[in-house]
């Protein structure tokens, strides 16, 4: 199993990144997928979780902001953050699982390799 991050970048605070995660090795379309983010010095924090059947949850801190989505025909899932602001800077890991409940508790099998998100003031 691969999970390829990318979509990462140094952006100004109000501006917008589309993060996306290639995943492969998986039945892409069973597996429930999460976006996390770690700070320096922070704990890893949950940035927004989607299912198999696109059930969508985010983290207070995102909601509204940003937006979790999948494309099952490329195996591709997307975060796409709007409006970001300097506490938005980390490391944004794409994680899955075959079940929603080890994505949310932070304890899915399988993980990327992360993308750095830097937002200056």
């Known amino acids: 199993v691969q999970l390829q991050a990318s979509g990462g970048g140094l952006v100004q605070a109000g501006g917008s990144l589309r993060l996306s995660c290639a995943a492969s090795?998986?039945?892409?379309?069973?597996?429930?997928f999460g976006w996390y983010r770690q700070a320096p010095g922070k704990q890893r924090e949950l940035v927004a979780t989607?299912?198999?059947?696109?059930?969508?949850n985010y983290a207070d801190s995102v909601k509204g902001r940003f937006t979790i989505s999948r494309d099952n025909a490329k195996n591709s899932v997307y975060l796409q953050m709007n409006s970001l602001k300097p506490e938005d800077t980390s490391v944004y890991y794409c994680?899955?699982?075959?079940?929603?409940?080890?994505?949310?508790?932070?304890?899915?099998?399988?993980w990327g390799q992360g993308t750095q998100v830097t937002v200056s003031s």
């Open positions: 090795g998986i039945t892409f379309s069973r597996n429930a």
């Open positions: 994680t899955t699982d075959s079940l929603l409940q080890p994505v949310v508790r932070g304890t899915s099998r399988y």
């Open positions: 989607i299912n198999s059947f696109s059930v969508i």
